[in-house]
């Protein structure tokens, strides 16, 4: 991932690069399996320095690319059970994971994990869906329903849960409400189009903060016109610089974990959406705890 050093371990890092190539949780159309290994070859020109921010990651933090979690391609509920053993080794180092996948369901299984080190966290979780479900065709595990089990497992902080960027038709108004009955602060797409999400950002630092934080990002949250390589799209999404600037809003936040998930390169035939994520994630790294930031000026279009 972005030509860093790869390590077989978490041992001695600061923060860490993880794969999850899973799609055996997807509903619709497959092929995440594939994403991390197309997120990092889009990640080859990621250069050190981020120019809007002023974050340097890389003299601050020790990271390196820690490989993929060798999940079961054919068992979904035995791959939950490896991937929370693998991300219990992970925090143990006390190491930061950025975990590229793979389909939303692995996002249970590292909120377990964490709550393990951590106690139960607040959510920041951007995605076109809520993943609420009860269950998908009889199954209750399935990447429409990581968010249900780990609030079933007490993962999660009720009154510092935000989803931002739901949207698209549904079954009943309970597919959005199941999180607004339990508190949860949810922010559809229609709320966010022609807005800067900069403010957003500012009122969610403000409502979690030093509580350890978990940041989930489907790349679906983003309208197809921008990343069409996902498996379940819906138009009307966000924007690429509305992503990052709810990215770079959680700077300051105490980022225990984040994911980028649901990339599927055989929708992706330009490569951009794996393009976007591997960007994304780059954000994340930016926005960790101890990375430092030099000023920076934008200038303006009045000089």
């Not at 079933?152 to 999180?179: H, M, S």
């Not at 602060?185 to 403000?206: D, F, N, T, Y």
């Not at 974990?257 to 959406?273: A, K, M």
Request: with cysteine; hydrophobic share 40%.
């Amino acid at each position: 991932m972005m030509r860093l050093p790869t390590q077989p371990t978490a041992a001695g890092l600061d923060a860490c690069f993880i794969g999850v190539p899973m799609d055996i949780g997807t509903s619709n159309r497959p092929g995440t399996r594939l994403g991390p290994r197309q997120i990092r070859d889009e990640s080859r020109m990621l250069r050190p320095f981020n120019m809007a921010t002023g974050a340097a990651p890389y003299e601050h933090l020790q990271v390196a690319d820690i490989g993929d979690v060798p999940i079961n391609t054919f068992d979904l509920k035995k791959s939950v059970g490896i991937i929370e053993t693998f991300y219990d080794d992970v925090l143990a180092t006390g190491a930061i994971p950025l975990t590229l996948g793979g389909d939303h369901t692995l996002t249970w299984p590292i909120l377990k994990a964490i709550r393990k080190v951590h106690g139960p966290v607040a959510l920041i979780h951007i995605d076109a869906h809520a993943d609420v479900n009860e269950h998908m065709f009889g199954e209750t595990v399935a990447h429409g329903c990581p968010f249900r089990r780990a609030w079933e497992d007490d993962c999660l902080l009720n009154d510092k849960v935000f989803q931002i960027g739901l949207r698209g038709t549904g079954y009943a108004p309970q597919d959005f409400d199941w999180g607004r009955d339990r508190g949860w602060k949810v922010v559809q797409a229609e709320g966010c189009w022609h807005r800067s999400l900069v403010p957003l950002m500012a009122r969610i630092r403000e409502m979690i903060g030093d509580t350890p934080v978990y940041l989930s990002f489907d790349i679906d949250a983003l309208d197809p016109g921008f990343a069409p390589g996902t498996g379940t799209v819906e138009p009307g999404g966000l924007s690429t610089w509305q992503a990052f600037e709810i990215v770079r809003g959680c700077a300051g936040l105490n980022l225990v974990g984040c994911d980028l998930v649901e990339v599927s390169p055989p929708y992706d035939t330009t490569g951009n959406t794996a393009l976007i994520g591997a960007n994304l994630l780059f954000e994340m790294l930016c926005a960790l705890p101890g990375v430092g930031r030099r000023d920076i000026t934008l200038t303006n279009l009045e000089f």
